[in-house]
Structure formats: structure tokens, C-alpha cells
């Protein structure tokens, strides 16, 4: 992962965006000028991995809203909510193991199940 910025001719640039390189192919996530985000998914060939486009409109914020307001209304009603957490314990590991292999992996494999399994 870089943020630096290489000096690519104008049709070859895109908006505020992320993109990852994996071992199967690649992820574009790039802003559009409509407020909506763009997902190109590109599989390597022979990888299984289905080429993809689609727009969709950013939710991160209302989602973990929602989230918290479903599981404040199960505790108030006493049932078990059976939303999984992603903010347990585990999921900020996965998130730390993302973030490790990012800053030290220097271009090499990292299998993100070994990073978090001796945790």
C-alpha cells in the first residue's frame, strides 16, 4: 500500500480511491463525482474470482449505527441479538493483522489467518 502519488497521465487517473493487489487479483474502490463509491473487483486468470463492477452508495456510518441501535433493543427486550459483532475482540485483530502485513510485508504473501491464529 502507497499514498504516494505517481505522476500518471490524466486518463489513466481515477478520484479518491483504494487500491489492493491480491494473490487472486485486484480491488478498486474509487469515489465518484456522484457521491457514490465504485467497486471493480478483477480476478487473475484461472483464480475463480468473478470480475465485478457496481456503484453503491457509502453506508459505514449508518450501518454501525444500525448495528448499535439493533443491539441496544435486543438488550432491552432481553433476547440474544444474533448480528455478528464486528466489534469484538477478534475483528480488531483482523483489522491490526490488515494494517501489520500493510507496513512490513514489503510486497511479499501474508495469509491474514496465520497473522491472528497464535493471538
Given at each position: 500500500?502507497?499514498?504516494?502519488?505517481?505522476?500518471?497521465?490524466?486518463?489513466?487517473?481515477?478520484?479518491?480511491?483504494?487500491?489492493?493487489?491480491?494473490?487472486?487479483?485486484?480491488?478498486?474502490?474509487?469515489?465518484?463525482p456522484n457521491g457514490k463509491l465504485s467497486i471493480r473487483v478483477?480476478?487473475?486468470?484461472g483464480s475463480g474470482v468473478k470480475n465485478e463492477l457496481r456503484e453503491e452508495k457509502?453506508?459505514?456510518?449508518?450501518?454501525e449505527i444500525g448495528a448499535f441501535g439493533r443491539a441496544i433493543a435486543c438488550a432491552k427486550k432481553g433476547v440474544e441479538n444474533d448480528e455478528e459483532n464486528w466489534g469484538d475482540v477478534r475483528g480488531g485483530l483482523w483489522?491490526?493483522?490488515?494494517?501489520?502485513?500493510?507496513?512490513?510485508?514489503?510486497?511479499?504473501?501474508?495469509?491474514?489467518?496465520d497473522a491472528i491464529s497464535s493471538a
Open positions: 500500500m502507497s499514498f504516494a502519488c505517481p505522476n500518471i497521465p490524466s486518463e489513466g487517473k481515477s478520484g479518491n480511491g483504494l487500491f489492493i493487489t491480491c494473490l487472486n487479483g485486484s480491488v478498486l474502490i474509487s469515489s465518484l478483477t480476478g487473475a486468470e457509502p453506508s459505514g456510518v449508518e450501518a483489522d491490526i493483522a490488515v494494517i501489520e502485513a500493510l507496513l512490513t510485508s514489503q510486497g511479499s504473501e501474508v495469509v491474514l489467518e
